[in-house]
């Protein structure tokens, strides 16, 4: 079993700034790739961003130059750092992992997790 546990969800102003954590934990023998998505109220769940273990990132386009994201390899942490944060950011936000786990049998099984979702709320 594979966990996501996620933090830094609230209120904050137009313009203001968080930072979004997650954490994994369980039986992990690598982590491809880890990212954040959000769902808006009435809408479909979206990429915000994402990062490899080899450090390439994706963003979406409405978050480039505002959002950052960041990984710690070795404590299968990742972050994403928000600033310039605007009312249509407004989501829960949740973070996912996809990667390997090595079985009883030694043999290599993919996994996708996802976190239980932290709510931002952007207004004044």
């Known amino acids: 079993q594979v966990q996501l546990v996620e933090s830094g969800g609230g209120l904050v102003q137009p313009g203001g700034s968080l930072r979004l954590s997650c954490a994994a934990s369980?039986?992990?023998?690598?982590?491809?790739?880890m990212g954040w998505y959000r769902q808006a109220p009435g809408k479909q769940r979206e990429l915000v961003a994402d990062m490899y273990s080899g450090g390439s990132t994706n963003y979406a386009d409405s978050v480039k130059g505002r959002f950052n994201i960041s990984r710690d390899n070795a404590k299968n942490t990742v972050s994403l750092q928000m600033n310039s944060l605007k009312p249509e950011d407004t989501a829960v936000y949740y973070c996912?992992?996809?990667?390997?786990?090595?079985?009883?049998?030694?043999?290599?099984?993919?996994?996708?997790?996802w976190g239980q979702g932290t709510l931002v709320t952007v207004s004044s």
């Open positions: 996912n992992a996809g990667g390997y786990q090595l079985t009883l049998k030694s043999e290599y099984r993919y996994f996708e997790v």
């Open positions: 369980g039986s992990i023998f690598s982590i491809n790739v």
